[in-house]
């Protein structure tokens, strides 16, 4: 495995390689880990205050010299000081259970250095919101380049990631080079509108992401004939579902096929497989909106793609890591052998040849983001060379 693996833990470790393939410098993430390795050894939920205490102070030092690079009017080294303090902050939330003391305090700060790094950088995103019919749903908007209008692909995130990661995943990057704008959002339960707004996790996604499309064909830079969906993560159940039964998306993919999530559940409650974050049990009762197990259980039922992939008339990618630790591969196949009516469809398992093994791609990004990032250019019109 190609896992960067600093902690006795596999969540910990996850945690790290999100943050090194998000833009994190190896330096600071060893001058964060090193203090903190015995806090580890009684497993992921245990030493999560002390966790974010380090990482948080990292990125408080960060704000702090970006403020003296600002005094000195240099915006773009501040910026960047600004982007890493904002991806420690929010790393170091991800990990603390729902209500931790400070955890709202940090992702506020987060949310400041990103705002603030995006100001000082003129970096090629927008923050937005996408009317819901309850609430709104925050986005990021990345405009690609070259003249207009463009096609554009609506990316949602997983259960435990946020508008600021898929960002950082740099495939917005990659598709702007390829001439496709692309709006990350934080649907509900997720990011600003689960903690934020209380939105919890729809698993019929059809409904969120309509919105986002309506919002999107209201824009003079977009071609609404060409507008795609992709997700990460448990955003493989999200992407299908919604370019199923949201006829306007002309193409989709996942970056990890999430076929079958409810029947994860069932796994997990039998200690199968790794988990995506510490305190789980709490953190997906919360993002569903469940005061006890048997209601998350109740409500997650809806959380399988069996018997809706027949609906998906567009051309759709499936790509997986061959050494998934949280998400069976055998997902993948399901979702692929169940597009029979999709015109084009491809299934791309990433191996040891390559990288991008584990789930998402933490150990190596690279090859998921090349390759889906292609796949919208070719399906909707980009250019990839």
């Known amino acids: 495995m190609a896992l960067y693996e600093p902690f006795p833990n596999y969540i910990w470790n996850l945690s790290v390689s999100i943050?090194?393939?998000?833009?994190?410098?190896?330096?600071?993430?060893?001058?964060?880990?090193?203090?903190?390795?015995?806090?580890?050894?009684?497993?992921?939920?245990?030493?999560?205050?002390?966790?974010?205490?380090?990482?948080?102070a990292y990125g408080d030092k960060l704000i702090e010299l970006a403020a003296e690079d600002e005094a000195k009017g240099r915006a773009f080294s501040a910026s960047n000081k600004l982007e890493r303090a904002a991806l420690y902050l929010l790393v170091a939330e991800r990990m603390q259970g729902h209500g931790a003391p400070g955890r709202k305090e940090t992702y506020a700060k987060a949310l400041a250095a990103f705002e603030k790094s995006s100001q000082l950088g003129k970096i090629n995103r927008e923050r937005v919101e996408v009317p819901l019919a309850n609430g709104t749903m925050p986005a990021l908007y990345t405009r690609a380049e070259?003249?207009?209008?463009?096609?554009?692909?609506?990316?949602?995130?997983?259960?435990?990631?946020?508008?600021?990661?898929?960002y950082w995943t740099r495939l917005p990057e990659a598709l702007a080079?390829?001439?496709?704008?692309?709006?990350?959002?934080?649907?509900?339960?997720?990011?600003?509108?689960?903690?934020?707004?209380?939105?919890?996790?729809?698993?019929?996604?059809?409904?969120?992401?309509?919105?986002?499309?309506?919002?999107?064909?209201?824009?003079?830079?977009?071609?609404?004939?060409?507008?795609?969906?992709?997700?990460?993560?448990?955003?493989g159940h999200f992407a299908p579902r919604a370019v199923a039964y949201e006829p306007r998306f002309a193409s989709g993919a996942v970056w990890g096929a999430n076929h079958n999530w409810r029947e994860v559940q069932d796994k997990r409650m039998k200690r199968e497989g790794e988990n995506p974050v510490p305190h789980?049990?709490?953190h997906v009762m919360w993002a569903f909106g469940a005061e006890t197990m048997e209601e998350f259980l109740?409500?997650?039922?809806?959380?399988?793609?069996?018997?809706?992939?027949?609906?998906?008339?567009?051309?759709?990618?499936?790509?997986h890591g061959a050494h998934d630790r949280q998400i069976s591969v055998s997902y993948a196949d399901d979702l692929y052998d169940q597009l029979v009516n999709s015109p084009r469809r491809e299934k791309v398992i990433f191996?040891?040849?390559?990288?991008?093994?584990?789930?998402?791609?933490?150990?190596?990004?690279?090859?998921?983001?090349?390759?889906i990032a292609d796949w919208f250019a070719e399906t909707l019109g980009g250019h990839t060379a």
């Open 280 to 282: 789980y049990w709490a």
């Open 19 to 56: 943050a090194m393939e998000s833009g994190g410098q190896i330096g600071e993430i060893v001058d964060m880990c090193q203090p903190i390795i015995d806090a580890a050894a009684n497993g992921g939920d245990a030493g999560t205050p002390m966790f974010m205490k380090q990482w948080a």
């Open 351 to 371: 191996t040891a040849r390559e990288g991008g093994v584990e789930h998402v791609g933490a150990d190596n990004m690279s090859y998921g983001r090349d390759l």
């Open 177 to 235: 080079r390829r001439g496709v704008s692309t709006l990350c959002v934080d649907q509900p339960g997720s990011g600003e509108a689960l903690r934020l707004q209380n939105l919890p996790v729809d698993p019929h996604s059809e409904n969120w992401a309509s919105k986002a499309v309506d919002w999107l064909e209201q824009q003079p830079d977009v071609d609404p004939r060409r507008i795609g969906m992709t997700g990460i993560s448990l955003g």
């Open 146 to 166: 070259g003249p207009g209008p463009h096609p554009v692909v609506v990316y949602c995130n997983g259960l435990d990631s946020c508008k600021e990661l898929l």
């Open 298 to 319: 109740e409500k997650s039922n809806d959380m399988n793609l069996n018997g809706h992939m027949g609906s998906i008339k567009v051309p759709f990618l499936v790509t």
